[in-house]
């Protein structure tokens, strides 16, 4: 009989800890959060908070999270010992604090592996720990405001009547941006300016730089431009920006009419140092812009690399290596490259906000032979884990050697500039490879006289500033401090589900409703949409995980501080009605539907929506501003979201009776279903026989209650 029961996230890893754990161990996995906050209470968080204290109600999250539990149940009394091996991060320690609740474990046991290797894994085991709480109560509390932010913020957009649904932490802040940048794009004006070269018969061509009385600094400041710098702009070579065309007439004349000299050729070998290996968000940058994939497929695709144990774990905002990473990486080039070996492997610094107890994200063997993997795993799969592969490899490589070359030129007033760039060791470059192609230059010196080919300019005009890919948006909110690994790809993700964003040539722009959302939440919640706000609230969620903060202390005064007040000031904010005049969110008038309100049974009122098939859905309004019904086409009736119902019934609201009464397909006796439709309780019978329902036949093997008595539409009057 085992001993021992781990219990792991996803079913994914439960066959390989199996298999190295061996048949002392039971695996069983809780299917990632098995609880959530009820909707039980004020405006149905699910939570009350009571000056500095807060009490919290969790509730399964879903019927497979009820039955999850369950089993999980059985199988603690089949062992002698529980261990909680979740993710090994914030998120992770919640849910491990969930499985104790739920399960009634006392002082379970918490392990913490990156990698699902038989080193790695045996490790953990063998040096367990308790819950950290200080992790757990941040966990707790970003749960609990951004409930508090969404219910409590989402009945705001609702009166706008345009279809919104939701208002977010991280979501509206991250729509926010979107919304800045394509405000940007409509308010951009474009300029014309000229771009004006010289083509030399040596081979190379230069271009307008300025004028020889200019102020030093002007000529001196290009020079000192950083390595990426030059690198970048080798590709997209351009002259200092000439603003009309009479003037760029005018150099080109100047041009031809005096003698071109050398005045300055300097020439130095610069070093490009390795970049870091991957965390989550330079992880889905690199596969969005070499493998084209979406976030949201690049943590799909590196889940089961993961859980395969391929990789480390790929939530993590640390660049650290383990020292016996770094030494087998060090292994393989003494093996393979050799000339690739640094003296002293280069050192990486992660964000001040890192978790340094994590990895980068890196191959768990170096050395496994990707001929094997290529059998093994899908193209996707295979093509992430050879980026991961090579970005780790790189970042314990040499440094890559660049000979970079600055030729400035004078003809008469006017001076000329050309650089050059030739690669003269790849270094790191060789396995990840970022360096822009060479740019040659003849072999040139100090008072060189040169033979002028041509001169001439060429119209360009100014551009607006870009809009977001998915993977420059995640960087965007990584600098801004928007969120965490665990989110971008979520945050995104919600975005377009609710048509505040779309997808369109892989870049994100916002929808109309997206603007409205926006430009309403900057006038009623301004503070929200503030990425340093935002960011703020993440640096106290950190606080909370390490145990600067208590986290309940830290949500009560957040709330009533600010977010209790801001909430009464936005419900004054004006808004606009399609018959011109302004009303506010408190003040709205709708138009009513015959649903009445589940609660405080008021009719439900009609919001539009260009999203859903009857192209309005229901609230209330008249308090209960967390009730919220949308049109089940299949069964009829009206529905809160998320609803868990059978797809062959409506909403069950009493138990079935069986009657004597036979199937018409089956001949199995058929049962009494009641349930609602629109507001009113109604009766009908169907077969007693759930897998049978499921069968198309008996789609219209029912009969309804009518005033004469039981009658189907196929089958008629039931008669006894």
Excluded at 652 to 658: F, G
Aim: hydrophobic share 35%; net charge positive; aromatic share 8%.
């Amino acid at each position: 009989m085992p001993k021992r029961l781990l219990i792991v996230e996803s079913p994914g890893k439960v066959k390989k800890l199996s298999k190295i754990l061996g048949s002392d161990w039971i695996v069983r996995a809780s299917c990632g959060h098995i609880r959530e906050l009820s909707n039980e209470g004020e405006d149905s968080l699910g939570f009350i908070m009571d000056g500095h204290n807060v009490r919290c109600r969790y509730i399964p999250r879903s019927q497979q999270a009820k039955e999850t539990i369950s089993k999980l149940k059985a199988a603690v009394n089949q062992v002698q010992e529980v261990i909680l091996a979740t993710d090994p991060d914030r998120e992770g320690e919640t849910i491990a604090w969930h499985l104790k609740e739920a399960l009634g474990l006392k002082e379970p046991k918490r392990v913490v592996y990156t990698e699902i290797t038989e080193a790695a894994v045996r490790a953990a085991v063998a040096k367990p720990r308790k819950l950290d709480s200080n992790l757990v109560g941040a966990g707790l509390c970003r749960d609990c405001l951004d409930k508090l932010v969404g219910y409590k913020g989402s009945p705001l957009v609702w009166a706008l009547n345009n279809g919104a649904k939701s208002v977010g932490r991280v979501q509206s802040a991250t729509l926010h941006l979107i919304c800045q940048r394509e405000r940007e794009i409509l308010a951009f004006v474009p300029q014309d300016y000229w771009s004006v070269w010289v083509d030399y018969a040596e081979g190379f061509r230069a271009f307008y730089k300025g004028m020889i009385n200019a102020p030093p600094e002007t000529v001196q400041q290009d020079n000192q431009e950083n390595d990426d710098t030059i690198i970048k702009k080798s590709e997209t070579a351009e002259s200092t920006r000439v603003l009309s065309e009479a003037e760029a007439e005018r150099l080109v004349t100047q041009a031809r009419n005096h003698p071109h000299k050398i005045v300055q050729y300097e020439g130095k070998i610069a070093s490009r140092q390795p970049p870091p290996p991957f965390i989550t968000s330079t992880l889905q940058q690199a596969a969005g812009s070499r493998l084209k994939f979406a976030p949201e497929k690049t943590m799909q695709v590196a889940q089961k690399l993961y859980e395969a144990g391929l990789i480390t774990y790929m939530r993590t905002d640390s660049v650290m290596l383990s020292p016996e990473f770094c030494a087998s990486v060090r292994k393989w080039l003494e093996q393979n490259d050799p000339q690739n070996v640094p003296q002293t492997a280069a050192r990486h610094r992660s964000n001040k906000t890192a978790q340094e107890a994590h990895e980068a994200i890196r191959p768990t063997n170096i050395f496994r032979p990707s001929v094997e993997l290529r059998v093994e795993l899908s193209p996707d799969e295979f093509d992430l884990y050879v980026m991961i592969w090579k970005r780790a490899v790189a970042s314990q490589c040499r440094a890559a050697q660049l000979r970079k070359t600055l030729v400035i030129i004078q003809s008469g007033e006017i001076l000329w500039q050309a650089r050059g760039q030739v690669v003269e060791f790849l270094g790191y470059a060789k396995y990840w490879s970022n360096l822009s192609k060479d740019t040659l230059l003849p072999n040139l010196q100090q008072g060189q006289i040169l033979t002028l080919e041509n001169a001439g300019h060429e119209k360009k005009q100014t551009q607006p500033p870009p809009r977001y890919s998915e993977p420059k948006l995640v960087q965007l909110m990584e600098r801004k401090g928007i969120g965490r690994p665990s989110t971008y790809s979520p945050t995104i993700a919600t975005l377009k589900k609710r048509g505040y964003v779309e997808l369109t040539k892989a870049i994100l722009q916002p929808t109309t409703l997206g603007l409205e959302v926006d430009d309403f939440l900057e006038k009623a919640l301004p503070d929200l949409l503030k990425t340093e706000f935002t960011a703020k609230m993440e640096d106290a969620l950190d606080s909370i995980a390490s145990g600067k903060e208590p986290w309940q202390k830290y949500l009560t005064s957040w709330n009533q501080d600010y977010f209790a007040p801001a909430l009464v000031k936005a419900k004054t904010v004006p808004i606009a009605v399609s018959n011109g005049k302004k009303t506010t969110a408190t003040e709205r008038e709708y138009e009513k539907s015959r649903t009445r309100c589940p609660e405080c049974n008021n009719y439900l009122a009609k919001i539009k929506s260009s999203k859903v098939k009857k192209k309005y859905f229901l609230k209330c309004v008249s308090g209960c501003e967390n009730v919220v019904l949308f049109w089940n086409d299949y069964n009829k009736t009206w529905q809160a979201p998320g609803s868990k119902t059978e797809k062959t019934t409506p909403h069950q609201k009493s138990p079935v009776k069986v009657t004597k009464y036979p199937c018409p397909v089956c001949k199995k006796p058929l049962e009494e279903y009641s349930y609602t439709k629109d507001g009113q309780n109604k009766t009908m019978l169907r077969c007693s026989d759930s897998k049978a329902r499921q069968d198309s036949k008996h789609k219209e093997a029912v009969y309804f209650n009518t005033a004469k008595g039981w009658w189907s539409p196929k089958y008629g009057e039931l008669k006894d």
